[in-house]
């Protein structure tokens, strides 16, 4: 239950009220920001909330269960600390929204009214959507491992233990032409089978998009089609980094990465036949063997 002091029940409650929305944006890598749908600038717990235009009022949608509540708002891409290559860089993508009602003149005056995620962030022209969820969203996540027979780790991490910077899992090269948005040529990837690198990682170390890593969707030959978030179209002249992927089979951890010892999924778990097998006809059933 909120705790409202009388001093803020009274101006909740009076008929000229000098009240506003303050939003606090918590990025995933620790920047905060701050904006305000009044029209001067407000300063409380060391975040500064610059007046906006073009962000409408936001209603939140809240409920007594454990189903997570949802907001939504539409506007134009106005803030000082939004811009369409972070949006397109996936930067803004998880971070957290606070939501206070302030009272301006005596900003001490506050009431938290909501709190959740950005989850769905995109970009059409000069405005923007973004869909937020609130914190009981996390109540839906999957928590522990899942019994499968494809393995649950991914490639290269410390569960996995496959170094990928060692050279028969590794190629570094530069774009030679571009097919598209999203289908790449380099002489690099020639040196390895086809397939190699699908399910793998591309990451740029030049032009536009230096620093992103997109995931890798086709390799044949000396060709690449990757997807992912990208700021701008990938150009001839670009350099990247791309690292194998694997399709989490225990054949491909055993042949590929030989790395069978440390596979994480149950490849001899029985599947759905064996609980739908019936006894053998012609045979002895004495419980010993199925089939």
């Known amino acids: 239950m909120r705790q409202v ?7 909740l409650a009076a008929s000229d009220t000098t009240l506003c929305n303050c939003w606090r944006f918590a990025r995933q890598d620790g920047q905060l920001f701050g904006a305000t749908d009044h029209d001067a600038r407000l300063v409380f717990d060391g975040v500064t909330f610059e007046p906006v235009a073009g962000l409408e009022l936001v209603s939140f949608e809240s409920n007594g269960g454990l189903a997570p509540g949802r907001a939504a708002a539409d506007g134009a891409l106005s803030f000082d600390f939004l811009n369409a ?3 397109d860089a996936g930067i803004w993508d998880g971070a957290r929204v606070d939501v206070w ?3 301006w003149r005596a900003v001490e005056h506050r009431l938290m009214i909501w709190s959740g995620f950005l989850s769905e962030l995109s970009r059409a022209g000069a405005g ?5 969820v609130s914190l009981k969203a996390g109540l839906e996540r999957t928590i522990g491992r899942v019994y499968s027979r494809r393995c649950d780790a991914d490639v290269g991490d410390a569960r996995c233990g496959v170094d990928l910077a060692i050279a028969a899992y590794r190629a570094e090269g530069v774009i030679s032409h571009v097919f598209g948005d999203r289908t790449l040529r380099s002489a690099a990837l020639s040196e390895f089978e086809t397939g190699w690198f699908i399910g793998g990682r591309l990451q740029w170390t030049s032009g536009g ?3 992103l890593s997109v995931r890798i969707i086709r390799h044949a030959g000396d060709e690449l089609e990757v997807t992912g978030v990208m700021r701008v179209a990938a150009s001839a002249g670009d350099d990247f980094v791309v690292t194998a992927g694997c399709g989490k089979a225990f054949g491909t951890c055993r042949e590929k990465f030989s790395n069978a010892a440390r596979f994480r999924g149950f490849p001899h778990m029985p599947g759905p036949e064996a609980v739908l097998a019936g006894p053998a006809s012609g045979a002895s059933n004495d419980g010993g063997r199925r089939g």
């Open 209 to 211: 998009n230096a620093g």
């Open 85 to 87: 290559a972070d949006l």
């Open 5 to 11: 002091s009388d001093t803020l029940a009274a101006r």
């Open 101 to 103: 009602r302030v009272d």
């Open 128 to 132: 923007f959507t973004a869909e937020l």
